[in-house]
């Protein structure tokens, strides 16, 4: 991997994790297009992924402070209860993660057929959006499991993680605003999750395989751009305008489909 694939890999993970465009099926045709075949690439991939969490939790670090604080005064407050929806919601993709894992490493493999279909799916459930009435709902612990199936769904490349969830809420009848921070919120303990498995998991000692400065270069990409695109998100979604992002994953979804 040279610093271009690694820059532009960098900026389609942090720009594709908060975006409704699915960041998997992004980097699989990412990898497809840029001719990356080398399936060894684990340390960059945890390292981009280390990228994005961080963006997420600087973007939410009031939240995130607040939630902590209520939490450790070890007692039944609203901070409990929101993170203990958080932790609920987590259950879906842990059962998956567990029991299939194998199975879902498998799909991703350069199949961009299926990326190009989950595309499309996801462009029909980003347009469904238009036709939901804004309502004030919070998050229940129902609501909260249910989203966290939508979530385990986007395992499957090409398929958004926040399109499915955020789309789920919405027809769940939770207010915009709180499901966007749900959304962003619920995904930092399968991602943190999934970035501690890959270090324990991985070797890398051979750095020298992919080298410090593409590492360093997609890191800070996926960095920034997460940055963005998370605030992005959380103004379109207020905005209602998810249908623009619709339409994009219909053409990206089309264009990956005739050009496997």
């Not at 991997?1 to 409704?20: D, K």
């Amino acid at each position: 991997m040279n610093e271009f694939q690694a820059l532009i890999l960098g900026l389609l993970q942090g720009l594709t994790e908060f975006l409704p465009v699915s960041s998997s099926g992004h980097l699989e045709i990412g990898h497809a297009f840029l001719g990356i075949h080398d399936d060894n690439n684990l340390l960059f991939a945890v390292v981009v992924h280390g990228a994005t969490v961080l963006s997420t939790i600087v973007v939410f670090k009031k939240d995130i402070i607040s939630i902590s604080k209520g939490a450790f005064e070890f007692k039944r407050n609203k901070s409990t209860i929101y993170l203990l929806k958080i932790l609920f919601s987590a259950i879906p993709i842990a059962i998956l993660g567990l029991v299939f894992q194998d199975e879902i490493e498998g799909i991703y493999n350069g199949r961009l057929v299926l990326v190009g279909g989950m595309l499309i799916f996801t462009s029909f459930l980003l347009f469904i959006t238009k036709f939901i009435k804004p309502k004030q709902g919070e998050v229940t612990f129902f609501h909260s499991f249910m989203i966290g199936l939508a979530q385990a769904l986007a395992v499957i490349p090409g398929i958004s993680r926040s399109g499915a969830t955020i789309v789920t809420g919405l027809l769940l009848g939770v207010d915009r605003k709180e499901i966007t921070r749900f959304s962003f919120l619920m995904v930092l303990i399968p991602i943190i999750a999934a970035f501690l498995v890959d270090l324990v998991k991985g070797d890398f000692t051979n750095v020298e395989n992919i080298g410090i400065l593409p590492l360093a270069i997609g890191f800070v990409a996926a960095f920034f751009s997460g940055l963005l695109a998370c605030r992005w998100m959380i103004g379109i979604v207020k905005k209602g305008k998810l249908i623009y992002f619709a339409i994009y994953c219909f053409i990206i979804g089309l264009i990956a489909i005739f050009a496997a």
